[in-house]
């Protein structure tokens, strides 16, 4: 277990302690004991395999944590990852965590909150604030953990409130998106930007090819609900109005909210940009 320099991020190589404890997570989860079932996951998110058997995964171990602080090296390298780090609410702990073998199938890292709110009838854990849990594995890169870390910021100040975005019906047959997403994602495209690496077109729509900047400011034009988000983000997102003010790299839809705005609504002979409908549950 190591502590990132001064920011509240501990690292937690903790595999072993996951798999010993999953399948009595899922019987707690099954019998109902929703509390309990809690109980031993928050436990086992801030216990280090380090306490099992004399060490025995020590190789393991190092091998993780330094692999997570190169990443977070480079993260606090890049003036956009130094002011996400830097912002995280310090009265809150962020856990990175490895990912189990079931979890790494999806090639993602995950956030939630370490004491969520319990959902009834459902495993999501994504409601909630204050301490979180990242879920990652250093292969997924440091832009993956960057946007990940933006989530872990929401959280730690009891910001995170997803509203609904218009997305490509997905397999869950729903065309909702989150603006949660589409935050991370803006913030990883500065990230990315301010290292002069690749950009990507959207969340939803194409997270995977790199595209030009004027391409993605087009998108964003071409949706009405990603300028209302930009919108929203900029009025009340102190990371977005510091991204505004203080970024000087190319890409930066924060910065260039004004300019866009105004295209789209002489575009489309509008006064004014709706605000985003708020997410119902
Ligand atoms: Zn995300």
């Not at 602080?69 to 912002?87: A, S, Y």
Request: aromatic share 10%; with cysteine.
């Amino acid at each position: 277990m190591r502590k990132f320099g001064a920011f509240p991020i501990i690292v937690n190589y903790n595999l072993h302690m996951q798999l010993r404890f999953s399948h009595k997570e899922d019987d707690l989860y099954l019998q109902g004991r929703r509390e309990e079932e809690k109980q031993l996951y928050m436990k086992t998110s801030t216990t280090s395999d380090e306490t099992l058997e004399n060490n025995l995964y020590k190789v393991e171990i190092d091998e993780y944590e330094s692999a997570v602080f190169r990443c977070l090296q480079k993260i606090e390298g890049n003036p956009v990852g130094r002011m996400v780090l830097g912002l995280i609410n310090k009265k809150t702990v962020v856990w990175i965590i490895p990912e189990t073998d079931a979890m790494k199938k999806c090639s993602c890292a995950q956030t939630n909150p370490l004491d969520y709110v319990i959902q009834p009838g459902s495993v999501a854990r994504g409601v909630g604030f204050g301490d979180t849990v990242i879920q990652f594995q250093p292969e997924l890169g440091d832009d993956t953990l960057f946007h990940e870390l933006v989530h872990a910021y929401r959280y730690s100040h009891k910001k995170f409130c997803p509203i609904c975005i218009d997305v490509p019906p997905n397999s869950k047959g729903s065309d909702c998106g989150s603006s949660e997403e589409f935050l991370a994602h803006q913030m990883e495209n500065i990230y990315m930007s301010q290292a002069n690496r690749p950009l990507t077109l959207d969340y939803y729509n194409d997270h995977e090819s790199s595209v030009r900047k004027d391409v993605i400011y087009d998108f964003l034009l071409s949706h009405v609900d990603r300028l209302e988000a930009l919108k929203y983000f900029s009025r009340h997102e102190y990371l977005a109005m510091l991204a505004a003010h203080s970024l000087n790299c190319d890409y930066n839809p924060f910065r260039d909210y004004g300019m866009l705005g105004a295209k789209f609504l002489e575009e489309h002979n509008l006064s004014t940009l709706p605000e985003l409908p708020v997410l119902q549950p």
